[in-house]
T-cell receptor
């Protein structure tokens, strides 16, 4: 069964450093998403991406964040200068283009980012 | 704005008991989708079910059943004859058409502990 994959599973970085989180969405999916979950809290939407551009972003997704689809398979989230409060689990998700509403999003296993 | 409320933060049951997880949502849109996701201790988010706002037919799938009631804006989830492997955090989520993608708005989750 196709699944979303994410690497690395755990990333430790120093405050102020840049990190890139990688995701490989399900191959026939066209919508891609990033969410984050601070430990013990709910899952929060960061950004959605379609047709090589951001379709929606939350207020969390400020200028420190960027997303890219560098090739036909990978989808990346970059944090330019990490802060302590960026420590969280980051989930990638993808969905098919079907009707545009309520397409089921399938999530990757997550990358736990720890900023020291 | 959309909102999902899961008032139960933690539920503990003994194996084989039935348990219902509550979810109440708020949206002004008439077209929307509701989801339940499961997050086991390993951390991944596993899709369980999707319902659209025009389909109030309740569903049973094995030990799982869902009760969608638009009149009370509720989408409750019941596990029959619970098992230890059902121990996880369960998230209810809502999506609407936003003009680009369909971001999920999650509730705060209900931690279910099933004990022997």
């Amino acid at each position: 069964e196709p699944e979303v994959t994410q690497t690395p599973s755990h990333q430790v970085t120093q405050m102020g450093q840049e990190v890139i989180l990688r995701c490989v969405p399900i191959s026939n999916h066209l919508y891609f998403y990033w969410y984050r979950q601070i430990l013990g809290q709910k899952v929060e939407f960061l950004v959605s991406f379609y047709n090589n551009e951001i379709s929606e972003k939350s207020e969390i997704f400020d200028d420190q964040f960027s997303v890219e689809r560098p090739d036909g398979s990978n989808f990346t989230l970059k944090i330019r200068s990490t802060k302590l409060e960026d420590s969280a689990m980051y989930f990638c998700a993808s969905s098919e283009l079907r009707q545009g509403v309520g397409d089921t999003q399938y999530f990757g296993p997550g990358t736990r980012l720890t900023v020291l | 704005a959309q909102k999902v409320t899961q008032a139960q933060t933690e539920i503990s049951v003994v194996e084989k008991e039935d348990v219902t997880l509550d979810c109440v949502y708020e949206t002004r849109d008439t077209t929307y989708y509701l989801f339940w996701y499961k997050q086991p201790p390993s951390g991944e988010l596993v899709f369980l079910i999707r319902r659209n706002s025009f389909d109030e037919q309740n569903e049973i799938s094995g030990r799982y059943s869902w009760n969608f009631q638009k009149s009370t804006s509720s989408f409750n989830f019941t596990i029959t004859a619970s098992q230890v492997v059902d121990s996880a955090v369960y998230f209810c989520a809502l999506s609407i058409l936003t003009g680009g993608g369909n971001k999920l708005t999650f509730g705060t989750g209900t931690q279910l502990k099933v004990e022997l």
